[in-house]
């Protein structure tokens, strides 16, 4: 055997176990659901079968097509209000923050929530925004309400501001990756040449960190969209997002055909929105050194 | 000639690090003022001082005789090449030149006039459209330039301008910016780490040194009469050599250096006879001689032995020992008429000449003694 056979075989072992993996675990399990998804709900379980009943469903049942639309909404909100709490945050570190270990502090500080369980994380605003919670208790204690209210709890808001909470790191971590990148002699030179603080946030800054806002609010959108914790802990009678649908077809309602169509939908919608921001990505990219 | 930039009794720090200490500097309007010194000397610290990105410490900031220390760098009539050019890589090349224009109050039209301008003048008006990541290195140069110049600053501040040039494109566009400074009459101020491109470039040259200035002047005199072993070792070579003084005759110092007796033109102080002294000799001021010739009575003639010899093509380096502590080496020119084969073989005992006047003579050895010794 010689040199080249000895570094095939060796690249060939590898490589066997990731792409056995990713058969196994992606690849496999998208096809069953591809294919659950035109098959035809019988009691008490399903057929085979090809056809696209499950999703002319979706489309027509304003039950299923205004989940959609209430998932989609959600999540724009929840990208937008993480964008408007962590653009600013990211700024200030990269920028205002002079001592890098004090900068490392507080990136770690605002990462480090990822480490702790999602549940805990999402339950704890069921304890903040509750009746019986802090909100209401400050509240209470400073004289604004004389009483409890439920205002806060058990709606769309509880759910945006929950999942703005648990998604903030997501948004934060390619900000702070692409402000970072920036030259900071690119910034100097904006003022070298006339423009001032604002102008060079325009024309500079935030062009140069379209990157990272793009990167963050693919994750946030993508994440919140396929959400279904927050919905049922702290989101109330009519804050079903698309997630929990597809988790009672697969349950209660042992439909699992227009699960699977929901599922799929809910892949395209991902994939779509990760290409797209993927092509803006490349058709930006900038060599920054 | 009135001064454009004023630089009084300037002091910066850096957590615990002192960039710059009482810094003073006076640059005429019109001059090419090169401020040298290694990394860390306080060079770019000061540049960045006259252009706003820093705030001194102490000390003030003149620029057209006007106090401009509490200005930002928007507000004040100087532009920067920056050292890697720091061009805009998500705007094309018209609009990185553009780019100052149109904030100063330049409508749309003139704007693209002097942007075309300045694209013609660098001959770059094909590539009005590329970004810079297209460019060449010389064309990212020349268009960081054009972005500087077309705003018409009173002082072109330029950060190592050279740095990343290699080195036959370094050597071109000296000369070009030499030239361009000829023409256009614009106080430029440089920063380099590199004697040569000091040497080559500047009217004046201000040598700096842990956040000091050494010496201030051109570059001649700066390479002649060296204010210390640091000026003269850090502008070209040089021979530093701890000689004992004998005597003194009529404007001379006479030395001793192990078996040799070096004489030195006196230029400033006398020093006091016994004491040590630093003498510093230029390689190539250092004459190889003829076994049999004849000097003149008061040139300095040393023996030595060959004990290596160094081609660099057109000139050879011989290192000799002439019996003191370090060895000397000169700079011998190759000629037609002489070629690497000619010249004296290493072991073989030759004699050299120097004139006194060639000899720099510093008196305040324990400031520099440590640094030479090794």
């Given at each position: 055997?010689?040199?080249?056979?000895?570094?095939?075989?060796?690249?060939?072992?590898?490589?066997?176990?990731?792409?056995?993996?990713?058969?196994?675990?992606?690849?496999?399990?998208?096809?069953?659901?591809?294919?659950?998804?035109?098959?035809?709900?019988?009691?008490?379980?399903?057929?085979?079968?090809?056809?696209?009943?499950?999703?002319?469903?979706?489309?027509?049942?304003?039950?299923?097509?205004?989940?959609?639309?209430?998932?989609?909404?959600?999540?724009?909100?929840?990208?937008?209000?993480?964008?408007?709490?962590?653009?600013?945050?990211?700024?200030?570190?990269?920028?205002?923050?002079r001592?890098?270990?004090?900068?490392?502090?507080?990136?770690?500080?605002?990462?480090?929530?990822?480490?702790?369980?999602?549940?805990?994380?999402?339950?704890?605003?069921?304890?903040?925004?509750?009746?019986?919670?802090?909100?209401?208790?400050?509240?209470?204690?400073?004289?604004?309400?004389?009483?409890?209210?439920?205002?806060?709890?058990?709606?769309?808001?509880?759910?945006?501001?929950?999942?703005?909470?648990?998604?903030?790191?997501?948004?934060?971590?390619?900000?702070?990756?692409?402000?970072?990148?920036?030259?900071?002699?690119?910034?100097?030179?904006?003022?070298?040449?006339?423009?001032?603080?604002?102008?060079?946030?325009?024309?500079?800054?935030?062009?140069?960190?379209?990157?990272?806002?793009?990167?963050?609010?693919?994750?946030?959108?993508?994440?919140?969209?396929?959400?279904?914790?927050?919905?049922?802990?702290?989101?109330?009678?009519?804050?079903?997002?698309?997630?929990?649908?597809?988790?009672?077809?697969?349950?209660?309602?042992?439909?699992?055909?227009?699960?699977?169509?929901?599922?799929?939908?809910?892949?395209?919608?991902?994939?779509?929105?990760?290409?797209?921001?993927?092509?803006?990505?490349?058709?930006?990219?900038?060599?920054?050194? | 000639?009135?001064?454009?930039?004023?630089?009084?009794?300037?002091s910066k720090t850096f957590g615990s690090v002192r960039a710059v200490e009482?810094?003073?500097?006076?640059?005429?309007?019109?001059?090419?003022?090169?401020?040298?010194?290694?990394s860390g000397c306080g060079?770019t610290t000061?540049?960045?001082?006259?252009?706003?990105?820093e705030?001194?410490d102490?000390?003030?900031?003149?620029?057209?005789?006007?106090?401009?220390?509490?200005?930002?760098?928007?507000?004040?009539?100087?532009?920067?090449?920056?050292?890697?050019?720091?061009?805009?890589?998500?705007?094309?090349?018209?609009?990185?030149?553009?780019?100052?224009?149109?904030?100063?109050?330049?409508?749309?039209?003139?704007?693209?006039?002097?942007?075309?301008?300045?694209?013609?003048?660098?001959?770059?008006?094909?590539?009005?459209?590329?970004?810079?990541?297209?460019?060449?290195?010389?064309?990212?140069?020349?268009?960081?330039?054009?972005?500087?110049?077309?705003?018409?600053?009173?002082?072109?501040?330029?950060?190592?301008?050279?740095?990343?040039?290699?080195?036959?494109?370094?050597?071109?566009?000296?000369?070009?910016?030499?030239?361009?400074?000829?023409?256009?009459?614009?106080?430029?101020?440089?920063?380099?780490?590199?004697?040569?491109?000091?040497?080559?470039?500047?009217?004046?040259?201000?040598?700096?040194?842990q956040g000091e200035?050494?010496?201030?002047?051109?570059?001649?005199?700066?390479?002649?009469?060296?204010?210390?072993?640091?000026?003269?070792?850090?502008?070209?070579?040089?021979?530093?050599?701890?000689?004992?003084?004998?005597?003194?005759?009529?404007?001379?110092?006479?030395?001793?250096?192990?078996?040799?007796?070096?004489?030195?033109?006196?230029?400033?102080?006398?020093?006091?006879?016994?004491?040590?002294?630093?003498?510093?000799?230029?390689?190539?001021?250092?004459?190889?001689?003829?076994?049999?010739?004849?000097?003149?009575?008061?040139?300095?003639?040393?023996?030595?032995?060959?004990?290596?010899?160094?081609?660099?093509?057109?000139?050879?380096?011989?290192?000799?020992?002439?019996?003191?502590?370090?060895?000397?080496?000169?700079?011998?020119?190759?000629?037609?008429?002489?070629?690497?084969?000619?010249?004296?073989?290493?072991?073989?005992?030759?004699?050299?000449?120097?004139?006194?006047?060639?000899?720099?003579?510093?008196?305040?050895?324990?400031?520099?003694?440590?640094?030479?010794?090794?």
């Amino acid at each position: 055997m010689n040199l080249a056979q000895q570094k095939r075989l060796s690249f060939a072992a590898l490589m066997t176990g990731p792409i056995l993996w990713w058969i196994l675990v992606l690849l496999v399990p998208y096809v069953i659901m591809l294919m659950i998804s035109f098959y035809s709900k019988q009691f008490p379980f399903h057929v085979p079968d090809f056809q696209f009943g499950n999703y002319l469903k979706i489309f027509d049942d304003p039950q299923y097509f205004q989940v959609l639309l209430r998932s989609l909404k959600i999540s724009v909100l929840v990208s937008l209000v993480t964008f408007a709490l962590a653009y600013p945050l990211t700024y200030y570190l990269v920028f205002k923050v002079r001592s890098h270990r004090v900068r490392m502090i507080i990136y770690v500080a605002t990462i480090i929530p990822l480490w702790v369980s999602y549940l805990l994380r999402a339950y704890t605003w069921k304890t903040i925004l509750g009746t019986e919670g802090i909100l209401n208790s400050f509240l209470m204690w400073i004289g604004i309400i004389d009483e409890p209210i439920s205002l806060f709890l058990y709606n769309q808001f509880a759910m945006v501001v929950t999942m703005a909470y648990i998604f903030t790191p997501y948004m934060v971590m390619p900000l702070f990756a692409s402000l970072e990148k920036i030259p900071r002699n690119l910034i100097e030179a904006s003022k070298d040449l006339g423009v001032g603080r604002m102008g060079t946030f325009l024309r500079v800054t935030l062009p140069l960190s379209v990157p990272g806002i793009l990167a963050g609010f693919t994750f946030t959108f993508c994440l919140s969209f396929g959400d279904f914790i927050s919905p049922q802990l702290v989101g109330g009678p009519y804050s079903n997002m698309i997630s929990n649908v597809v988790a009672t077809q697969f349950g209660i309602a042992m439909n699992w055909p227009l699960g699977s169509a929901l599922s799929m939908i809910m892949l395209f919608i991902v994939v779509a929105i990760i290409t797209m921001s993927d092509r803006f990505e490349r058709a930006g990219r900038l060599d920054l050194n | 000639m009135a001064n454009i930039v004023e630089i009084h009794n300037v002091s910066k720090t850096f957590g615990s690090v002192r960039a710059v200490e009482d810094v003073s500097l006076e640059i005429e309007e019109g001059e090419f003022m090169t401020i040298l010194g290694p990394s860390g000397c306080g060079k770019t610290t000061t540049l960045r001082m006259i252009g706003g990105f820093e705030y001194p410490d102490r000390g003030r900031v003149l620029l057209g005789g006007e106090d401009v220390t509490d200005l930002p760098p928007y507000k004040r009539p100087v532009n920067m090449m920056f050292q890697d050019f720091a061009l805009f890589p998500h705007m094309t090349v018209a609009q990185n030149i553009g780019y100052g224009l149109h904030i100063a109050g330049l409508s749309k039209s003139d704007t693209a006039k002097q942007v075309d301008e300045a694209l013609r003048t660098i001959e770059l008006s094909h590539k009005a459209a590329s970004r810079p990541a297209e460019l060449s290195i010389g064309q990212k140069q020349r268009v960081a330039l054009a972005r500087a110049l077309v705003r018409r600053p009173q002082v072109l501040l330029l950060d190592e301008p050279m740095s990343a040039l290699d080195a036959q494109l370094r050597g071109a566009m000296q000369v070009e910016l030499k030239h361009l400074h000829e023409q256009i009459g614009l106080t430029f101020i440089m920063v380099t780490h590199d004697q040569t491109e000091a040497l080559v470039m500047s009217d004046r040259v201000t040598v700096m040194d842990q956040g000091e200035i050494v010496q201030i002047g051109t570059p001649t005199e700066l390479y002649d009469h060296p204010a210390s072993p640091y000026v003269a070792n850090f502008l070209g070579t040089s021979n530093i050599l701890v000689a004992t003084v004998r005597e003194i005759i009529s404007g001379t110092i006479v030395t001793d250096y192990g078996p040799n007796m070096i004489r030195a033109a006196a230029t400033g102080k006398t020093p006091a006879v016994g004491a040590r002294v630093m003498l510093s000799i230029r390689p190539e001021k250092l004459r190889l001689l003829a076994q049999d010739a004849i000097v003149p009575e008061d040139v300095n003639r040393l023996e030595g032995v060959i004990s290596e010899q160094f081609f660099h093509g057109d000139s050879v380096r011989l290192s000799l020992d002439i019996g003191g502590d370090t060895p000397l080496v000169i700079h011998h020119q190759l000629s037609s008429s002489q070629g690497q084969g000619e010249l004296p073989p290493a072991g073989q005992t030759v004699n050299i000449a120097v004139d006194p006047s060639s000899v720099t003579l510093f008196e305040d050895i324990a400031d520099h003694e440590p640094e030479y010794r090794a």
